[in-house]
């Protein structure tokens, strides 16, 4: 890859594809910033809030009676100074989405979720991912990672799912899933971590030849 100027991958993933996992090993191929956590890090010390209290709400819409129970539920057990601010859903999205623009305008990266995808739209040198896989595929990758019965993976894949899907329309206006938001979307189930990190590779050094 010849390019200089940073550049940036955004990668929007189903839950259990192994999004994090390749975003990893593609910012390890290319030497380049991985941001997921530095994303609620900067937003949180934005609000005076601890970074579990973000976490929670992390690319979630709440309901109104979600959003009232937030607002007496940050930290009970730790001293939080009178100057605390609980954002709104709306709030924390520009929080996150003013980070993000900040890391992709300072280095190259490969930033998880959030939207990313639409909020660089214009950025000039912007890759956009989609990873999906079958049900059976992501099932039993959070079987394993989280140590969970695969019941109750299923339904943390439906409610990842449906807060991420409702999290993209709410903020966007646009299907998460629709292949049309992306440059590439790839089926992890069928080419496998290692396989599509090369395909992404390979795309990445035809894009900035």
Known sequence: MKNTKPFVITISRQLGSGGACIGQKLAEELNIFYADREIIHKAAKQFSVLEADLESRDEKVLSFWQSMFAVNSFAPEVFIPS????????ELFNAEAAVIKHIAK????????????????????????????????????????????????????????????????????????????????????????????????????????
């Not at 100057?83 to 709306?90: F, G, L, S, Y």
């Open 83 to 90: 100057k605390i601010m609980v954002p709104t859903d709306r």
């Open 106 to 209: 300072e280095r190259s990266s490969v930033i998880i979720g959030r939207c990313s995808f639409e909020v660089l739209r214009e950025f000039p040198d912007h890759v956009s991912l989609f990873l999906y896989s079958d049900n059976e595929f992501r099932i039993n990758r959070i079987h394993n990672q989280y140590n969970v019965t695969k019941e109750e993976a299923e339904r943390m894949i439906a409610q990842s799912d449906k807060d991420r899907a409702s999290y993209c329309k709410q903020f966007t206006g646009k299907e998460w899933t629709d292949a049309r938001n992306y440059d590439i979307s790839i089926d992890t189930s069928k080419m496998g971590i290692v396989r599509t990190v090369d395909i992404i590779m390979n795309y990445m050094k035809a894009a900035f030849a």
